[in-house]
């Protein structure tokens, strides 16, 4: 409160489904395209974790120890990312 707004990952497609991780300062977003962007909260900085598929990201989820992200889009396809903090 009583602070500008950050925005982190800014791309032209709408965001469609948010995940954050379960112990780093970490979202993942995803996008209305299949693309899957892992966002540092503290500095900005972005990793690919899924380039576009062409259909819209429907679910995200870290599991609970925060290693693996659980990706599905509107086609059906999902997926997992592994996840390692440096």
Known sequence: MGSRPAMWAPYAQRV???ACHPR???VATGY???LVLLVHAGDGREIVARHPAGAP???L???RTGDRLAVGDDNGKAGIVAFKPV
């Open 61 to 63: 989820a870290w599991s």
């Open 32 to 34: 209305a395209d299949g």
């Open 16 to 18: 469609v489904a948010v």
């Open 24 to 26: 780093e300062p970490v």
């Open 57 to 59: 990201v429907t679910a």
